[in-house]
């Protein structure tokens, strides 16, 4: 940590100037951050909590700067982990000091509720200073500021600028290096309470030493703030300030409000003073470009083609570039195939290692793909009005109009759909949309029902002489997970995930044109934390999975297959012949040894389960092989059978895999759609437990999810081949 | 909608509006394009803070921009921002039309 190297010897270390961003949402925060930044910008998580921490390097007058992007928030009061974070960092801690200087980035279209954050910061007694960004757009609009007057009112230096184009940054930085050297220059409005807070603030005092000694300022924070977030900056002091204010209950809502009103009250009075507003307040650009968005039939149009574009790009496009990343680590594999000397050690490494870290980055084009189309349209400011539209319809699930991104995308994969959940604030609806992710199908299912239909459904006449009854079956299970979804949704909703979800709240930003800059950072900062964080769960996942499928390694088994070849060797003359039968024996090597490995075991041992689901042992083994992938079934059953296998799964191989599987018997009509129903609802994917880990910092959703969605696949499986075989179906 | 719930959800008549009571109704009752200032906010929980941090405090300006189909949530200018609000939540927020 560069901050503990702080004090050193005169010269050696200069302790860097702690400068901390803040703002509301939508303020221009991290384009200001970029630019003061540029590359020199780590993005890491606050601990215990899934907001992200940006910080970065400036070299300032003499010494550097250490510049911390706060998460975007309205206030301290910490209704958010994002203003519970906000307000920790600004009050510092035992290991991260508190900011030297606190620069409130301020909406100068927008002064007064971006006013309302400012008087909070400086009410804990961190020194201000005010960034009146979007100037350009304030004075388009006509507004006019009286600066002068602001910064008498405000107690601190208001720097007129422009992030956009870097315009009046460089007063700031002067302002920020005044306010470090003289901390009194940027020492805020000071508090001017209303009686009725007064007389709490006295009452408060009068109940607790440590409240006794606390500012005016922090004293309001700590009767405002919920308890617990106030028990982690001073443990203990949240109970007693909550037993305190339990006494009278409603004086205590009073005496909240209060306060905010009492801000409010000053900065209208300061506006009033020092804004002059546009002449003639009619509607804004925004507002007619919205008569168009958020039109209940040219809107409910927009919104559907924005959202067919996204999934497009998310299913379709990049696809191209995941094909170019598995023939790219398809030729490292080979390369160590044929550069390594065969072995244990050489199969960890292509078979476990490489495949995690190919299995890693094969989804690297969709996250990125995914999050800059979200990127455009959260910068845009059409997230806002895309939640907005849909919000109705999303509530009817228990889930917010935000949701819809998420689940849409994880139709391609889960794993950007999880993701792609940090756009919802309140982490109880994020955590319910995790837990239903997996759920809607995704395109890992597709060559699982290819493999299936095309081996049963296949020769059945076409329905009414039109439809394709494997076609049919393919949506309905599609269907099937949708409403399994809902259901589940419901359920959560009412139990594990309880509340209402959070209300909608929603701020409608100004249309405004996204910067590559910021769309660039996001992309950057997504890839390598998923890369570097997942990527290293998937890694090991994948590795314990090669483990299962190859361990234990039988003598006999070795023994038999040289013995095969030998023969072969001796009998079959050298050629093409030979060739061919030296492959056979690799296949029927490769059949016995999975037999035998512990996943082969643990499929012969899950068999009782499975039976009355209409699976075999075989299948068994399969359920085990496709923890790395649902498409994985697909080579393992290939393996099982002692068919050529592949790991590029294509529709013939899949069908051929499926038809081989109806020879046998393990497939039949109901045991197929048995097969698709428990593929359709079944947790099978380990890169998706990997995401869930990493998303909610914790094994215990995704553990959770594991449990319920492979029993719930169990039941339905379980539903479809005893009534089916019931009916006579077979 | 009992209009009972709300006034019993309260404990911050205290300091309403200078306005008084006469005339506030519940803000999802309004149209799009009526326009007003806030009374009070009928909610003493968190949501109730939350609304008020956002500026909905007693005199503050409201404009209802638009009403989502079906009972969707509604479109507010408060102050000098666009705020989307639930029909049920927005129901807590007392408004006085202007003039």
Known sequence: MPDSSATGAAGAHVRPLQVALCGNPNTGKTT????????????????????????????????????????????????????????????????????????????????????????????????????LNLMDAAQAAGWRMDIAGLQAALGCPAVPVVARTGQGLAALAAAVEAVAAHPDLGRGPGTAWSLEVQTALRAARSLDPVLADASDGVLAWILAAEPPLVDRWQPGLGARAAAASARDPGAAADVRRRLIHDRYRRIDAWVAAHVQPPAAQGR??????????????????????????????????????????????????????????????????????????????????????????????????????????????????????????????????????????????????????????????????????????????????????????????????????????????????????????????????????????????????????????????????????????????????????AATVARIEQTVAAGTNRAEALAQAEIAAAQVRLDHSIAGRLGHALEPAIAPLGFDWRIGIGLVGSLAAREVLVPVMAQIYGRASSADVDDRFAADVGQTMARAGSLTPLKGLSLMVFFAIAMQCLNTLATMRRETRSWRWPLFALGYLNALAWVGSFAVYQCGSALGYR | MADGTRSAATSLQGHASPMGEAGAVPLDHWLPGQHGSVVRVDRADAFGDRLAELGLTPGAPVTVLRKAPFCGPMLLRVRQFALSLRLGEAAAVRVAAAG
């Open chain 1, 32 to 131: 200001l951050f970029n630019q003061w930044t540029g590359a020199n910008a780590q993005v890491g998580n606050y601990p215990g909590v899934t907001v992200e921490r940006h910080t970065g390097h400036r070299q300032g007058q003499g010494r550097p700067w250490r510049v911390h992007d706060l998460p975007g928030c309205y206030s301290l009061t910490a209704h958010s982990p994002e203003e519970e974070v906000a307000f920790l960092a600004l009050r510092g801690g035992p290991d991260d000091p508190p900011p030297d200087v606190a620069v409130v980035v301020l909406d100068a279209t927008n002064l007064a509720r971006n006013l309302f954050l400012l008087v909070q910061v400086a009410e804990l007694g961190v020194p201000v200073v005010a960034a």
């Open chain 1, 284 to 561: 804004t650009a925004s507002d007619r470009v919205d008569d168009v968005m958020l039109h209940p039939l040219w809107g409910t149009a927009v919104f559907l083609v924005a959202m067919t574009l996204l999934f497009q790009a998310v299913f379709a496009w990049a696809t191209p570039m995941a094909d170019g990343v598995n023939a790219a680590m398809g030729w490292v594999a080979d390369q160590c195939r044929d550069h390594l000397s065969p072995g244990l050690g050489r199969d960890v490494l292509v078979d476990g290692v490489l495949a995690g870290v190919g299995g890693t980055l094969v989804f690297l084009p969709q996250i990125l793909v995914l999050f800059l189309g979200i990127a455009l349209l959260e910068d845009s400011g059409y997230l806002a009005r895309a939640a907005f539209l849909v919000d109705r319809a999303m509530g009817r699930a228990g889930l917010p109009g935000k949701a819809f991104v998420p689940l849409l995308s994880s139709y391609a994969c889960a794993v950007p759909g999880i993701l792609a959940t940090r756009t919802l604030g309140d982490p109880r609806d994020r955590l319910l949309t995790i837990l239903i992710a997996p759920l809607m199908s995704c395109s890992a299912r597709l060559p699982v029902y290819t493999m299936v239909t095309a081996a049963v459904f296949a020769d059945v006449p076409k329905v009414g002489g039109v439809l394709a009854l494997g076609g049919l079956v393919v949506a309905a299970m599609y269907l099937l997970s949708f409403v399994v979804a809902l259901a589940v949704g419901a359920v959560l909703r009412r139990t594990l995930v309880p509340g209402g979800g959070a209300p909608l709240l929603l701020e409608m930003p100004p249309y405004r044109l996204p910067r590559a800059r910021n769309l660039v950072r996001v992309l950057w900062d997504r890839g390598r934390v998923f890369v570097v964080e997942t990527g290293a769960t998937i890694v090991a996942l994948s590795v314990v999975l090669w483990a299962l499928m190859t361990f234990p390694r039988l003598d006999a088994d070795g023994q038999a297959h």
